[in-house]
């Protein structure tokens, strides 16, 4: 199977499982398989194996505020897994796959054991970042129903961020800090900049409000 008729066998799957949100949906699941090709090539990591969990890894998402969202990289590797087996693709690389898909999750915190699970990872986090990240971010909070910021205390200066409770803290509880968890040095040199246009908007955002 070639890479194109993969990856269309994977988008035709998805396309018949709903969405758990609009920020995990199958435009996500593109930009994810795009930062993936980009790492993959820059790193030299095989792209029969990267290229169907990038596809893949978003296969059972479970809500950011369902007890279970540890397990659902676990759930989305069976899950894929049990597809892959089913088309035209080599078994032996299943598990490699599923492990890639595994590791990708930050709440999962399953350590990446290859050089393609350390890239789906990386490309997952890099778009939770910048200006797509941005508007992820505020889509999953409305979503959720939660005030965009603490009034006394927008910017997390005098309390810990809690991001269950004000959409901005989830900037100061996770994703200003996922630059320094890319596995990459092509990823992470992208998370900085990404994180700088985070940055840079919290300081309008601070100007406008403050």
């Known amino acids: 199977m070639t890479p194109r008729a993969l990856q269309a066998s994977c988008f035709e799957f998805l396309c018949r499982r709903a969405p758990t949100d609009a920020a995990h949906d199958l435009a996500h699941v593109k930009r994810v398989v795009k930062n993936t090709l980009y790492l993959t090539d820059l790193?030299?990591?095989n792209?029969?194996?990267?290229l169907p969990a990038a596809?893949?890894?978003?296969?059972?998402?479970?809500?950011?505020?369902?007890?279970r969202r540890s397990e659902g990289s676990r759930l989305a590797a069976a899950e894929a897994s049990g597809f892959l087996a089913g088309i035209d693709y080599p078994d032996e690389l299943i598990p490699e796959v599923a492990h890639a898909i595994e590791?990708?999750?930050?709440?999962?915190?399953?350590?990446?054991r290859t050089l393609e699970a350390r890239i789906v990872q990386d490309a997952d986090r890099l778009d939770a970042l910048g200006a797509i990240g941005i508007a992820r971010c505020f889509l999953v909070g409305g979503r959720l129903d939660r005030p965009l910021f603490d009034p006394d205390d927008p910017f997390c200066e005098h309390r810990d961020?809690?991001?269950g409770a004000f959409t901005v803290d989830h900037f100061y509880?996770?994703?200003l800090k996922l630059p320094g968890t890319m596995q990459t040095a092509a990823g992470r040199a992208e998370a900085e900049r990404?994180?700088?246009?985070?940055?840079?908007?919290?300081?309008d955002l601070r100007a406008e409000i403050l």
């Open 194 to 203: 990404r994180a700088g246009i985070m940055r840079r908007y919290l300081d």
């Open 47 to 50: 792209s029969d194996i990267a």
């Open 55 to 67: 596809c893949l890894h978003d296969c059972v998402s479970l809500p950011k505020d369902d007890p």
């Open 43 to 45: 790193e030299s990591a």
């Open 161 to 163: 961020p809690d991001d």
């Open 173 to 175: 509880s996770k994703l």
């Open 103 to 112: 590791a990708h999750s930050f709440s999962a915190g399953i350590p990446c």
